[in-house]
T-cell receptor, first 115, second 115 residues
Framework: ETGVTQTPRHLVMGMTNKKSLKCEQH?????MYWYKQSAKKPLELMFV???????ENNSVPSRFSPECPNSSHLFLHLHTLQPEDSALYLC??????????????FGPGTRLTVL | AQKITQTQPGMFVQEKEAVTLDCTYD???????LFWYKQPSSGEMIFLIY??????QNATEGRYSLNFQKARKSANLVISASQLGDSAMYFC????????????FGQGTRLTINP
């Protein structure tokens, strides 16, 4: 496996379900990110992790719970979601340097549908 | 606050022609980075090219070049000799150099290459 992988690629869940999204990066990076991409809206940053520590939470509702057990893996735990949470969820990773040249590389995304 | 504006919701271009995708940005920072990403229908965001605010030369990567006009706050992507596989959504993004890792994205431009 190379780059950034995400599983599952598609997920349909009811509002009372609990599910998890998984992201894995094979690039030796130190920072990982979750983004949400809704229809007709720009990509929105949700969470940032550096060296397993959460460094940014962009006012995300608590029904989204991230977990970063190590620098290579990132999870997004989902519970009691709303239909408006249906979106493409993208994971990214980067070296984590503070310079602006730090480039984020994205996974293929998980397309989530909440019924 | 940083803002990215992409004024072209959609563009249609004949194969082998060059195409310019517009991007303007707004920031009060002196030091920042500008990125372009390609998103095919599969969903993955593919990094194309980077331009730093202090770079004196326009960035180039193969068929991609960035027309950076700092005074106008524009960072247009130029694709030379377009190919059918270039059909996708294209996003311009900015990151400031103040240590934050947040990428701010524009709304995107849907490029369609006609045979």
């Amino acid at each position: 496996e190379t780059g950034v992988t995400q599983t599952p690629r598609h997920l349909v869940m009811g509002m009372t379900n609990k599910k998890s999204l998984k992201c894995e990066q094979h690039l030796g990076h130190n920072a990982m990110y979750w983004y949400k991409q809704s229809a007709k809206k720009p990509l929105e940053l949700m969470f940032v992790y550096n060296f397993k520590e959460q460094t940014e939470n962009n006012s995300v509702p608590s029904r989204f719970s991230p977990e970063c057990p190590n620098s290579s893996h990132l999870f997004l735990h989902l519970h009691t979601l709303q239909p408006e949470d249906s979106a493409l969820y993208l994971c990214a990773s980067s070296q984590g340097a503070s310079e602006g040249t730090d480039t984020q590389y994205f996974g293929p995304g998980t397309r989530l549908t909440v019924l | 606050a940083q803002k990215i504006t992409q004024t072209q919701p959609g563009m249609f271009v004949q194969e082998k022609e060059a195409v310019t995708l517009d991007c303007t940005y707004d920031t009060s920072d002196q030091s920042y980075g500008l990125f372009w990403y390609k998103q095919p229908s599969s969903g993955e965001m593919i990094f194309l090219i980077y331009q730093g605010s202090y770079d004196e030369q326009n960035a180039t990567e193969g068929r991609y070049s960035l027309n950076f006009q700092k005074a106008r706050k524009s960072a247009n992507l130029v694709i030379s000799a377009s190919q059918l596989g270039d059909s996708a959504m294209y996003f311009c993004a900015m990151r400031d150099h103040q240590g934050a890792q947040k990428l701010v994205f524009g709304q995107g431009t849907r490029l369609t290459i006609n045979p």
